[in-house]
């Protein structure tokens, strides 16, 4: 069995942010006119009640203006920087930490490309030391906070006591197309805008004084699901103009058919059975992923309550989800020492990413 270690990294705080407007499923169709009872029923059964969004600005004439790819460029930039710096500092905060005492900032984005990248942008924006190291991960898609993760893990062990940040930002509506047609139905039912962060240092900083609420993350392990390599991508439209994201509608079924396997491997070799297994954080990756999952690894409604909770309150904000649902749990303030988690991730590839902690 694995065992808690001083030296293992520690998530230390959390984080969120999210733009100030947002709407419910009904103001977004009423918001575009839109009328076709196939595609009212998508946005109406998908279990979100209200999501944050940046639409774009009316146009005078009872409609929208429409956004080319630039501007959704110009958005993305806008809203990532906002968003991610009102989450990292949230971060922070919940951590007892400074600015000044970070060392590395990994930022994920999967709604636009920025370069520099969005780690570089939010150093000079929020004056953090210039010889703070960081990373960048790009296009990774919903599964990537925890790729991520993996990779400041690493780099939380080499560098003891020193603080790192994951910074998830994804300004979803940057990444939307606008036509009638239901794959893109689909996308625009599901997703929000959020911002997530996640402190993480391994060892003690020397000048230690707050009480670590966080767990500490004992491993990781990838399933990557060749045959739906195209079940979901991000690709260029050219009948629009832009990018657009497709979903495939056999996903759901597809990763929870992997989901038993994922998860297997993860605790392979630690002596854990799932039932021992107290917390449950996967990613709120729509209504049918999340019951695709909780049916093949048998998780009871209570196991996916923040996931469902997220996936309400704020539709799937992409690669900061299982964040969200992290800060609801630490709110809860249930989780006791010696308990383990499973934090599950899913996207395109097609791949699960999860990854377990002991508190």
Known sequence: MILASALRPRALGVGTAVPTASYTQEEVLDTFAITDPKIR???????????????????????????????????HKAQAIGM????????????GAELSDLRHLCCVTS?????PGLSALLIK????????SRSDIVGMGCNAGLNALGVVSGWAVAHPGELAVVLCAEACSAAYAMDSTMR????????GDGAAALAIRSGHAPDETVVVEGPQILKFASCLIPDAIDAMRYDWDRDLGRFSFYLDPQVPYVVGAHAELAVNRLLDGTGLRRSDIAHWLVHSGGKKVIDAVAVNLRLTKHDVRHT??????????SSGSFLFSYERLLDEGVAQRGEYGVLMTMGPGSTIETALVQW
């Open 41 to 75: 029923s998508v946005f109406l059964n998908s279990a979100i009640e209200r999501r944050h969004l940046t639409l774009p600005p009316p146009d005078g004439a009872g409609g929208r203006v429409h956004e080319a790819q630039g501007d959704l460029l110009d958005k």
């Open 84 to 95: 991610g710096a009102e989450a990292l500092l949230a971060c922070l905060k919940r951590a």
């Open 111 to 115: 709604t636009g490309l920025l370069t």
């Open 125 to 132: 924006e929020l004056g953090i030391d210039r010889h703070c």
């Open 184 to 191: 893109t139905a689909v996308v625009n039912s599901l997703f």
């Open 308 to 317: 469902v909770g997220v996936l309400r309150d704020y539709g799937n904000v």
